[in-house]
């Protein structure tokens, strides 16, 4: 069974750094993109940042310059660096996992349960 699980949230302060991580599981062959989204409380579910298997990043205008997303492919396991942290990125971070292929079968589209990132003094 595939499985993303993240870790890493908690509560810091305005200013503040949180590194994410998210691994998956389930005898995976390959992943394509994988990536970070959020949702904020009474909001739609947001494109964070993505990253290809080369390795190319993808941003939200929001976080540029302040997060980096990286990925280890050998662990098929995706970070999230988050520095000069503000309130408003407070929200349940989820990862994704795109076309994720195991020795059985081809996901599309996989999800983490989320974690909880909350920023405040």
């Known amino acids: 069974q595939v499985q993303l699980v993240e870790s890493g949230g908690g509560l810091v302060q305005p200013g503040g750094s949180l590194r994410l991580v998210c691994a998956a599981s389930?005898?995976?062959?390959?992943?394509?993109?994988m990536g970070w989204y959020r949702q904020a409380p009474g909001r739609e579910r947001e494109l964070v940042a993505t990253?290809?298997?080369?390795?190319?990043?993808n941003y939200a205008d929001s976080v540029k310059g302040r997060f980096t997303i990286s990925r280890d492919n050998a662990k098929n396991t995706v970070y999230l660096q988050m520095n000069s942290l503000k309130p408003e990125d407070t929200a349940v971070y989820y990862c994704?996992?795109?076309?994720?292929?195991?020795?059985?079968?081809?996901?599309?589209?996989?999800w983490g349960r989320g974690t909880l990132v909350t920023v405040s003094s």
């Open positions: 389930g005898s995976i062959v390959s992943i394509n993109a």
């Open positions: 990253i290809s298997t080369g390795g190319s990043p």
């Open positions: 994704n996992a795109k076309d994720l292929l195991t020795t059985i079968h081809r996901h599309l589209d996989v």
